[in-house]
């Protein structure tokens, strides 16, 4: 009975897994958070290289 | 403290689809409890006990839910939504009610229960299915 018990709890333990997980992978890297960082390592880039570019120039 | 980071329809998805996946597996529990389906692996007895467990859970996760479309969308982005999202916290508290204290209406437990899913998955189709498809 209490075997039937904790096996039942542990296949709903089990749904709510996979579907963080799988829900999760279906949305991809598109928080908020990540795209911010993603921004900002392009804007650093595009500064790196104009810095470049001005130093070959002077 | 913004708890979900920017990030209010991802999380309000995730746990969407988590209510709604533990709402298929109510369906299968209730099945047991109510003999229509009889595996050898689990009694009627762990199976309502797991659903009561189950249900809280979704009921809390759907109050949650509730709230964060309160606070971060209009009304107006969707009236299907809000219709169908109304009436599910509606019925999930009369059934609330009828587990907890109404015990004379007990016999309509099955009609509200298939009811709850079918509201619940009509609230899920309508903004996070069609977000995920």
Known sequence: MSRQLIGSLLVAAIIVAVTIIAVTAQLGPTSAAELDSREERQDQRLDQQEERREDRQD | ?133
Not at chain 2, 25 to 38: G, N, S, W
Not at chain 2, 82 to 96: I, N, P, R, Y
């Open chain 2, 1 to 133: 403290m913004d708890l979900v980071q920017g990030n209010p329809t991802e999380v309000k998805v995730v746990l969407a689809s988590v209510a709604t996946a533990l709402a298929i597996y109510q369906l299968v529990l209730a099945a047991i409890f109510y003999r229509k389906l009889r595996p050898s692996f689990l009694d009627g007895g762990p199976a309502a006990f797991t659903h009561r467990a189950s249900g809280d859970t979704i009921a809390v996760l759907l109050i949650v839910v509730a709230i964060m479309c309160l606070s971060y969308f209009e009304l107006e982005d969707s009236a299907f939504h809000a219709v169908t999202g109304f009436l599910l916290l509606v019925v999930l508290a009369v059934k609330v009610v009828v587990i907890r204290w109404w015990h004379s209406a007990g016999r309509f437990l099955p009609v509200l229960g298939i009811s709850v899913f079918g509201l619940l998955v009509a609230t899920w189709a309508s903004t996070a299915g069609a977000f995920l498809a």
